[in-house]
């Protein structure tokens, strides 16, 4: 399964694995917002960060498009991944110093 980006009518932009389910409605694995701010570059959150499951059904009437990942975004998904599942990252704090922190580190 390949990374893809998916952009939402409401105007998120997520990195995750994307299968069909059925009609209309698609399941996401691992999903990760990226958000842009102009003075700090790319910021990473974990999508789920507050639930149980790693994956979410969506419906196709909430996304505006899904295309494969760039190159580029998938080496800052798999940092941003490879960092929150370091075996010391496994509290919500620990995600939210990821997030404050690739704030910070990758500029763009």
């Known amino acids: 399964m390949r990374l893809k980006h998916i952009k939402f009518k409401v105007g998120d932009d ?3 694995y994307v299968e ?3 009609t ?4 996401i694995h691992a999903p990760v917002s990226i958000e842009i701010d102009p003075n700090h570059g790319y910021m990473a959150k974990n ?3 507050l639930s149980e499951s ?6 196709s009437r909430d996304i505006l498009f899904i295309n494969n990942a760039s190159e580029n975004a998938e080496n800052y998904y798999r940092e941003y991944i490879e960092y929150i599942q ?15 922190e690739s704030k910070s580190s990758i500029k763009h």
Not at 24 to 27: K, R, V
Not at 89 to 94: A, E, G, H, T, Y
């Open 20 to 22: 069909s389910h059925s």
């Open 86 to 100: 370091k075996p010391d990252s496994d509290s919500l704090s620990d995600e939210l110093e990821a997030f404050i």
């Open 24 to 27: 209309g409605e698609y399941i």
């Open 54 to 59: 790693s994956f979410t059904y969506i419906q």
């Open 14 to 16: 997520v990195l995750a």
């Open 47 to 49: 999508w789920l960060a």
